[in-house]
């Protein structure tokens, strides 16, 4: 049997970087180009929301996302409905309907929002709420319509780690988009787990 060639070198490495580069940037490029758009597929997040969107339409209602945010300068001086004192939490019918339920501020303290507003406007709700506690962040809101009642439920978050938030009190800008809302008066409800505070809205 013959030995092995002792004179036998390793591959240079300018071939092996050569030889990886030639792998690496086809698929990379084919990766790019073919892969689809949007968010990576979540089966049981979509399977979840998929069941939330037809137990929601089978219930008569109606869900939009708004826009949320902690303005920097909260918004002053413009007509504001008159508000009143109501139950926190939601509705029985839209709590057995929710697959998710949303993690509601304690208490809605204060909210400027206009009495009226065009159907093709947007309409912006500012309120001032308390959290439990200073573990919690804004997430998001939702807004669910049926028939002449509209229930808006903002939604936190838990913070990460041992993150804290500076105060338990915010104030937040919500935006409800043009289009969303039909011609008529509606009983409008902005919830928290304690207290809640409710107005009446002509859309026109």
Not at 72 to 82: E, H, R, Y
Not at 115 to 131: E, I, K, R, W
Request: charged residues 20%; aromatic residues 8%; proline residues 9%.
């Amino acid at each position: 049997m013959s030995e092995p060639h002792k004179d036998r070198r390793p591959w240079p490495m300018k071939w092996i970087v050569l030889a990886i580069l030639v792998v690496i940037v086809p698929y990379t490029y084919l990766t790019l180009h073919y892969r689809k758009p949007g968010p990576a597929y979540r089966p049981y997040q979509d399977a979840q929301e998929r069941a939330n969107v037809v137990r929601l339409l089978s219930a008569g209602y109606k869900r939009v996302t708004l826009a949320a945010q902690r303005p920097a300068d909260p918004v002053k001086g413009f007509v504001t409905a008159p508000t009143a004192a109501a139950p926190g939490g939601l509705p029985a019918e839209l709590v057995s309907t929710l697959v998710e339920k949303p993690l509601l501020p304690a208490d809605i303290i204060a909210v400027s929002a206009a009495p009226s507003t065009g159907a093709n406007d947007p309409y912006t709700v500012q309120f001032t709420c308390t959290l439990p506690d200073n573990k919690q962040q804004l997430a998001g809101a939702q807004l669910y319509v049926k028939d002449t009642d509209i229930y808006i439920t903002p939604d936190f978050e838990l913070l990460a780690g041992g993150l804290l938030a500076r105060s338990r009190e915010s104030v937040i800008l919500l935006t409800v988009p043009s289009g969303t809302l039909k011609a008529g008066a509606y009983n409008v409800r902005l919830t928290g787990q304690h207290s809640s505070r409710t107005w009446k809205l002509q859309v026109h």
